[in-house]
């Protein structure tokens, strides 16, 4: 027992020994002991931080390292495994996924990655969207527990572990020579065995040493704890080439990283080749089909993925479920085919397919039967077309018009006109059964007219009730069809006037409620305008119609004499002989009473309505008063029916129908209150209208001057001072004013412009509130040197025509 102490002793020293010297490589006097082998991949970890702590890359640090003891062997490995964890680091920062799986799992393995390239070119080749899909990739799952069934080899690396009585645990690389190392047990070839054999070949050489192991004190685990990288060629892929993939890896996932079979690659015979020998045929439509990964078998070292041409494809078009080109074997039957197709959709013709086939020097046509699909071969480059069904029915036959069901039926052998009547629910009430008609289809796809009785059809006849026919459509007509629509106008002084249906029995009453009643206005003249009906012209009588004349209770809509109503009489409700609602005016400004006026007789003017407001106050501008009569829309009506006779593109007519709307609204008329005053019968004292308005202007002793001048303002006004000096008060016209049309506009809204005679310009009078206007110039284009070279040559030649003319 002493013994086992002491070697315990020892075992725990000697780790420690190899830690303390994988913790502090730059500081340790004495590397002799250090087994690189031994490090786990935290202690080579570590190592890497110390190094980049001092600045050192691991080949300065040799030197340092040699020095110390350590042998160029151990230096060697301490290298690589410092690089490998270096890239592995990298790999980590790289994908987030491999950092989940690690911390997962605990178990490690290289990540593979190739971009995916989308072949549009074979799109349409049944199989090749597996590997155009970069999100599909049957990547192996680092995380599921490792197969009893996994064969060890060089690169792999265990995790073993010792627990109990005595500790032990470390992460061993297999070697190059396939062999794993452990501390006081010795080297144990592992490579080339099942992971379950070579778990228990580790039990069994640790029990050797651990007694507390072979006693059962202690427990021993195996796993693994990094997967090695295995070396792969595939051949005839889209990407050839070798590749490095994980020791889990599949032929899917091989195919997948090669982009899968190329331009003429096989999908059905693709061969897996180890140690020179078939050892597998793959068939990626037994996957596509029926999702059987029966195929889908591990990779090996040095395996042989060989994609070989296809022998034959065929192409499936029109009304399949997945139509494409297809890749058959010699033995598959169009059955097959159709299978990998996914089988015909609902529009699909199935009784026959047709085929394009090649021959050695054209191309033929083959029509397959329903019978011979599961015995006729597809051959290399047969084209199968499928056809949709005929847009007709076999059995159809439909019924319309005055029955309670119409719509279309199935057609039996045998169907009578009876039959199809009662799987109609019957005939309407309104059904005319004197007659009733089919339209019929003949042989040669014309159509005919069969009449028949329906009543005697109905009532058993069988000569009436005959058998029908597919596609016959029956027409079962209504005594409602036969029928005139009638209506009735009705007009004047009701709610509603218009249009409405007449029934039998209609009395003017009945029509004005109706309608909604009569309105106020309504009088008691009632005029009815009646056709006239007669089979004889007679030239003698020049009536065009009946006029009937009625006098009603006019605030009553029922009638004591009620009159009965004929088709197509016009009735016309006359209005009040005198019936008018009380319109107002609107006037505003300096009078005594501003507000709304009703109009009290049919000639309101002027004068009166502002007397009714109590008159002028003393701030009114008696030569500001104006009226604002609203533009109404027959006004506007007349100007757009004038045929101005503009050419198409002109808006002149356009823009003064919508200036007139939107902008103007107003007409302004200009009064004269002191003529007004004066002569009571001025013209000035004008008739009001219904939503006039009169403005009475405030006394303003301004003058305004607006427009193309240097500065729009108000100055007072000074009497006898001219047109001119209110424009040269404001810093005279810009230079695009025009001031030769400039034009004034006076408080009552007239306007005044400045005229001309020969050299002579007379100005308008300026008034108090008076607004002065100067316009801009119109743009004008100025002669090119051309047009006065061309008006100087007209002038020379007349010259010298009259100099030629006088001599």
């Known amino acids: 027992m002493k013994n086992i102490t002491v070697v315990v002793l020892l075992f725990f020293t000697f780790l420690l020994s190899f830690q303390v010297s994988a913790q502090d490589l730059m500081k340790s006097s004495d590397l002799s002991t250090l087994k690189v082998d031994y490090l786990s991949d935290s202690d080579i970890a570590k190592i890497r931080i110390q190094l980049q702590n001092n600045n050192m890359t691991i080949e300065e640090a040799e030197p340092m390292a040699l020095s110390k003891g350590m042998s160029a062997a151990e230096f060697s490995k301490l290298k690589a495994r410092v690089n490998e964890v270096s890239i ?42 597996l590997f155009d899909n970069p999100t599909l990739n049957f990547e192996p799952d680092s995380n599921l527990a490792t197969p009893m069934n996994y064969v060890l080899g060089p690169g792999d690396e265990l995790q073993v572990s010792v627990y109990g009585v005595q500790e032990y645990n470390a992460s061993i690389p297999v070697s190059v020579e396939g062999k794993i190392t452990i501390q006081y047990v010795g080297q144990i070839s592992v490579s080339g065995i099942s992971i379950e054999a070579a778990t228990q070949k580790i039990k069994a050489a640790i029990a050797k040493v651990y007694s507390t192991v072979r006693s059962g004190q202690s427990q021993v685990s195996v796993s693994l704890s990094r997967i090695r990288t295995i070396k792969i060629t595939i051949v005839g892929g889209k990407q050839p080439g070798n590749y490095s993939i994980s020791s889990l890896a599949t032929v899917y996932n091989a195919l997948h990283l090669a982009g899968g079979p190329g331009k003429n690659g096989s999908y059905r015979n693709i061969e897996l080749i180890r140690n020179n020998k078939i050892y597998k045929n793959i068939d990626i439509y ?30 499936v078009e029109g009304e399949v479920k997945r139509p494409g080109i297809f890749e058959m074997k010699k033995s598959e039957k169009f059955s097959d085919l159709l299978n990998f197709a996914s089988g015909f959709n609902e529009f699909a013709y199935t009784a026959s397919v047709n085929v394009l086939q090649k021959t050695g020097k054209e191309f033929k046509v ?18 199968f077309r499928v056809t949709k069904i005929l847009n007709r029915f076999e059995n159809r036959i439909k019924i319309e018009g005055a029955v309670f069901r119409p719509d279309y039926y199935s057609f039996d052998e045998g169907m009578r006109i009876s039959d199809l009547i009662a799987r ?31 009543a005697s059809a109905l009532s058993g006849n069988l000569n009436s009730d005959i058998e029908l026919k597919r596609e016959d459509e029956v027409t079962v007509y209504s005594i409602l069809d036969f029928r005139e629509e009638y209506k009735v106008t009705i007009d004047g002084e009701v709610k509603t006037p218009g249009e409405y249906p ?22 008691k003249r009632v005029e009815i305008a009646r056709m006239i009906k007669s089979d004889e012209i007679d030239d003698t009588n020049p009536r065009r119609i009946e006029l009937v004349e009625l006098e009603i209770t006019a605030d009553n809509n029922e009638q004591v004499k009620n009159f009965l109503l004929k088709p197509f009489d016009v009735i016309n409700i006359r209005r009040m002989a005198v019936y008018e609602k009380p319109q107002m005016v609107t006037i505003s400004g300096a009078v005594a009473y501003p507000g709304k006026y009703v109009l009290a007789n049919k000639k309101e003017s002027v004068y009166n309505v502002v007397m009714r407001a109590g008159g002028l106050t003393s701030v009114a501008n008696l030569e500001g008063m104006k009226i604002k009569r609203p533009i109404k829309q027959e006004q506007i009506d007349k100007i757009e029916r004038i045929d ?24 302004v008329i200009p009064l004269d209150w002191s003529k007004i005053v004066k002569d009571k019968n001025h013209y000035s004292n004008v008739t009001l209208f219904p939503d006039d308005e009169i403005e009475v202007a405030t006394f303003n002793e301004g003058v305004k001057v607006t427009g193309n001048v240097l500065l729009t303002s108000e100055i007072p006004y000074r009497r006898g001072k001219s047109f001119k000096y209110y424009i040269n008060a404001v810093g005279g016209v810009d230079s695009k004013g025009w ?69």
Do not use: C
């Not at 790289?94 to 390239?117: H, L, M």
């Not at 009430?429 to 019929?440: G, P, Q, S, V």
């Open 739 to 807: 001031k030769k049309k400039a034009y004034i506009i006076y408080p009552n809204g007239k306007a005044s412009v400045t005229g001309s005679f020969l050299f002579f310009r007379s100005y308008p009078k300026v008034i108090p509130d008076s607004q002065i206007v100067v316009p801009e110039k119109p743009e004008t284009k100025k002669m090119s040197t051309g047009e006065w070279v061309s008006i100087g040559s007209v002038i020379t030649s007349l010259a010298l025509l009259i100099v030629t003319a006088f001599k």
């Open 366 to 383: 083959h029509d397959i039967k329903e019978s011979e699909f599961s015995s006729y071969l597809p051959k290399s480059g047969d084209v």
């Open 502 to 523: 007449f029934f039998d029995n209609l009395t003017l009453n009945d029509l004005i409620i109706q309608v909604g009643g009569l309105t106020g206005s309504a009088s």
């Open 644 to 667: 101005l006779n503009l050419s198409k593109n002109d808006t002149l007519k356009k823009d003064l129908t919508k200036k007139l709307k939107d902008e103007l609204k107003y007409a």
């Open 424 to 454: 109609a629910e019957g005939v309407k009430e309104d059904a005319y059964t004197k007659r009733a008609r089919i339209i019929r289809l003949k042989s040669d796809l014309t159509t005919e007219i069969v009449n028949i009785d329906l």
């Open 88 to 129: 592995s680091n990298l790999n980590k920062k790289s994908n987030e996924n491999t950092v989940a799986n690690k911390k997962d799992s605990g178990r490690t393995q290289d990540k593979i990655v190739n971009n995916k390239v989308k072949d549009s070119a074979n799109a349409l080749i049944f199989g090749s969207e």
């Open 286 to 315: 037994r996957f596509l089909v029926k999702g059987d990964q029966s195929d889908n078998v591990s990779l090996k070292e040095n395996d042989v993925i060989r994609i070989p041409v296809y022998t034959q494809r065929v192409t």
